[in-house]
């Protein structure tokens, strides 16, 4: 459906139900039981939609512009295929991370770009009042309506290095995912380029910076090419 869906819990303390949780530890102080888990809970936030009825990529529910993706804007999502009606026609594997200030990192496979949404539950939509939504920071495009594979060309950029392609071979399962690690530096599998990026992270920003600084399975930021030797991926 090309969303993500947030719950700010999973269910309420046993001897407290007015006590929102997600694991027996949000129970402990004062006791308040076990977190009983309610197994059919409404999300309370979905991104990459306008609401939970929607499930198009970049909103094209009408594939106006098939076969050519919608453009992408900061709210949006293209985790499937548009002419995939179902996850078993094709499918994909994604992982996202959160780092120590609750900024959520989600790979957008189709549209070949890492999202940070800051800290989504801490900055309540002034419309709604329920979240923001709308991305802060965007890796892998100049800007959050670009969305071609390497900014439209085959080989990625050696003097910009800025440009992402995860997903450009939809015919098969791909797989896509970031994370965080202690230092606040942003990995990227970059799927289709065969690497892996490191973007580190900018004291000055607040967050990773636009740039990679160390790239791994290519010996530049050039190079794409698959391979089996230990310092190369496919």
């Known amino acids: ?14 001897n407290n139900t007015s006590t929102a949780c997600t694991d027996d530890g949000d129970c402990t102080v ?12 409404n999300a309370d936030m979905v991104f990459g939609q306008p609401d939970f009825s929607h499930g198009a990529c970049n909103g094209d529910a009408s594939f106006t512009t098939y076969p050519i993706p919608a453009s992408a804007s900061a709210s ?30 989600v790979p957008d496979p189709l549209n070949n770009r890492v999202l940070m949404f800051k800290d989504p539950f ?30 439209g060309v085959w080989s990625p950029d050696n003097a910009l290095q800025n440009y992402l392609c995860i997903a ?6 791909f797989t896509s995912g970031v ?8 990995w990227v599998t970059d799927t289709t380029n065969k690497r892996v990026l490191r973007y580190p992270f900018s004291s000055s920003l607040g967050k990773p910076d636009s740039l990679p600084n160390l790239v791994l399975g290519q010996s530049n930021y050039t190079n794409n090419a698959a391979g089996s030797g230990l310092n190369q991926m496919y």
């Open 76 to 105: 949006s999502l293209c985790l499937m295929p548009q002419d995939q009606r179902s996850p078993a026609e094709g499918g994909q594997y994604l992982s996202m991370d959160a780092d120590a200030n609750h900024n959520l990192y």
């Open 179 to 186: 994370d965080i690690d202690l230092a606040g530096n942003l």
């Open 122 to 151: 801490g900055t309540p939509n002034i419309t709604t009042g329920v979240g923001d939504r709308v991305a802060d920071a965007v890796w892998g495009q100049p800007n959050f309506t670009a969305n071609k594979c390497n900014n």
């Open 1 to 14: 459906n090309s969303r993500i869906l947030a719950y700010k819990s999973l269910g309420t303390c046993s």
């Open 30 to 41: 004062p006791s308040q039981g076990i977190c009983n888990l309610i197994s059919n809970k």
């Open 168 to 173: 450009e071979n939809t015919t098969e399962a």
